[in-house]
């Protein structure tokens, strides 16, 4: 099994930053891709950002250049640093992996971005 805590969320006027955490158990940590989701009130989950075993990232379009998603193998944690926020980051954001051939996610943290 593997367990996903995150923190860090928070409210946040726009243009601001915030940097979101995910601690995983889990002896295998550094084999598994991470990934961080939103999902906006009415809207479906989405894809933020993810990060490969071997460190390779990728963005959604919206947040490309503002964010930025890293991993510290020795702490079984990936983080997620975001800047500029925009009212529409607003959203409750999940830690995912994939292992032992299904998914697994956290229970979340809430962003909110304000003008």
């Known amino acids: 099994q593997v367990q996903l805590v995150e923190s860090g969320g928070g409210l946040v006027q726009a243009g601001g930053s915030l940097r979101l955490s995910c601690a995983a158990s889990g002896r295998t940590f550094s084999s598994y891709t991470m990934a961080w989701y939103r999902q906006a009130p009415e809207k479906e989950r989405e894809l933020v950002a993810n990060?490969?075993?071997?460190?390779?990232?990728n963005y959604a379009d919206s947040v490309q250049g503002r964010s930025t998603i890293s991993r510290d193998n020795a702490w079984n944690r990936v983080s997620l640093q975001m800047n500029s926020l925009k009212p529409d980051d607003t959203a409750v954001y999940y830690c995912?992996?994939?292992?032992?051939?299904?998914?697994?996610w956290g229970r979340g943290t809430q962003v909110t971005v304000f003008e």
């Open positions: 990060i490969t075993s071997d460190g390779r990232t």
């Open positions: 995912k992996t994939r292992a032992y051939g299904r998914d697994f």
